[in-house]
């Protein structure tokens, strides 16, 4: 219905247009009039309508600039008169054909918020009186500007009309039976629709931090994923405050998540989400144009938001305030997260500038661990790995995943080719001595670690998973 009423709406401009063009003819007693719209992006002139009492006159609807008399023209502010013969040639006019009964053009400007927007062309046999025709043109010009204004108002309003039926639709598609990351994703594609040059990045708890795991598809410029939450930056706010915070961006600050992230500018809304009274995570909306974050748009990321979290608590039912609903016991994000990640991240391989890395981390000498310690000592050792290879930790970007017990799958990102050598050296620093628990016990540990680099040619995540363990070669051993 919308649709409709907005093509009737054009309708009627269009027909408006044809009435006032043809009363300016009448009333100057001109033999043709037309006007032309200036697209100067395209650099065209695009005609609207014409009127005109002669048999041979006949216009193209677009036509370049360079093709036509009226490029000369198209950064006039006051009515123009042309004579035929002396300020323009007979050929230039490229309406007629035969011949050219017309000996005087007098050209009208529109002017639209500061700016040419069109061109009126009044031409006649006998040249035009300015003075006495101000009045008229004064009054053609009012008309122009008066319906112009009233079909954009119109328009305006159907296409917030059709907003809101899109809104609609984008809440349907947060269904509370999928998987609580499925959620997550499905809120930030919706979110990612209401922000045209931005995109839409989630934070979460893990690794006994807090950091970016996840970004929309099609999203340029966006934070790094593995960035960790440091004070003073929006996410931390809004963390503190349990509230969304919004902000315009200053040569580059104020930060989202941390000081080390690029393209901090346009503006940014940081939405906590709030599960069972906790908050779990933000989400870090953000758009280069800072002029897309009306009120209403606002409102429409909060409570997309609202209702992700919603669907979440009621997928899990009664969750204990104290559980990280992404990570397992130990720390490490859940399969289906950094999963998810991975198949983000293939997706945006042909805009991201970020090399990635994929890898998996085993426990070599398990065995032998287990013959030696209690299980109460080898869950807090799998949390203290997951905390001390912490990628952030050695000043890296990317987080730590749970694959299977005692295996670990490990996330970098970086633009730089060579951070990968780099992290395995500072891993294989970590394990030159003991691996020291919480309750200061020592372990000897030896780890084998397999990576991959996401490649373009990847295509899926299992492919990816495969190359990683084919890759466990590497064995990084203790100090003797």
Excluded at 378 to 388: A, D, F, S, W, Y
Excluded at 393 to 402: D, E, K, M, S, V
Aim: with cysteine; proline share 3%.
């Amino acid at each position: 219905m919308s649709i409709k009423r907005e093509e009737k709406a054009l309708l009627e401009f269009k027909h408006i247009m044809d009435d006032v063009v043809h009363l300016l003819r009448k009333s100057t007693e001109a033999e043709t009039v037309y006007i032309y719209w200036v697209n100067r992006s395209r650099e065209q002139f695009v005609l609207e309508t014409s009127s005109t009492k002669l048999p041979n006159v006949m216009f193209q609807d677009r036509i370049n600039f360079e093709q036509m008399y009226l490029r000369e023209y198209i950064d006039i502010t006051k009515t123009v008169q042309l004579r035929v013969g002396t300020d323009i040639e007979d050929e230039q006019l490229r309406h007629y054909y035969d011949f050219v009964p017309i000996k005087n053009i007098t050209l009208i400007p529109f002017i639209n918020n500061g700016e040419l927007v069109a061109i009126t062309g009044v031409e006649t046999e006998r040249p035009l009186n300015l003075p006495e025709f101000q009045e008229t043109f004064s009054a053609y010009k009012n008309a122009l500007i008066n319906v112009l204004n009233t079909y954009l108002e119109l328009t305006d309003l159907h296409q917030n009309q059709k907003e809101w039926v899109d809104y609609e639709e984008s809440l349907t598609r947060i269904l509370p039976k999928h998987h609580r990351v499925d959620i997550l994703n499905s809120m930030m594609e919706e979110m990612k629709r209401l922000l045209p040059t931005g995109g839409v990045s989630v934070v979460l708890r893990g690794m006994d931090v807090w950091t970016s795991v996840l970004t929309s598809s099609g999203a340029k410029k966006n934070p790094s994923i593995g960035l960790v939450v440091e004070e003073k930056s929006m996410v931390y706010d809004a963390l503190q405050k349990g509230e969304p915070q919004f902000s315009i961006h200053f040569n580059q600050n104020p930060k989202r998540i941390a000081t080390d992230e690029q393209h901090t500018e346009g503006a940014t809304l940081a939405i906590p989400l709030i599960i069972s009274g906790r908050r779990h995570g933000v989400v870090v909306a953000y758009d280069a144009n800072p002029l897309t974050f009306k009120e209403s748009t606002k409102h429409q990321l909060i409570n997309l938001a609202r209702i992700a979290t919603l669907s979440i608590q009621v997928n899990l039912g009664k969750i204990p305030v104290h559980e990280d609903l992404f990570t397992t016991e130990y720390g490490s994000f859940i399969p289906d997260l950094w999963e998810k990640t991975l198949e983000k991240e293939i997706a945006r391989k042909e805009i991201s500038n970020q090399h990635v890395w994929f890898g998996l981390i085993t426990i070599e000498n398990i065995q032998s661990l287990r013959s030696r310690y209690r299980l109460e000592d080898l869950k807090r050792l799998q949390k203290t790995l997951v905390r001390i290879l912490n990628p952030s930790r050695l000043g890296f970007n990317g987080y730590i995943g749970f694959n299977s017990d005692y295996v670990l799958s490990c996330l970098l990102f970086s633009e730089d080719l060579h951070q990968h050598g780099e992290w395995m050296n500072a891993a294989e620093d970590i394990f030159k001595k003991p691996v020291e628990l919480s309750d200061g016990q020592k372990i000897d540990v030896e780890i084998r670690c397999g990576y991959t680099k996401l490649e373009k040619r990847d295509a899926d995540v299992h492919e990816i998973v495969s190359k990683a363990k084919k890759a466990l070669s590497t064995v990084i051993n203790k100090s003797a």
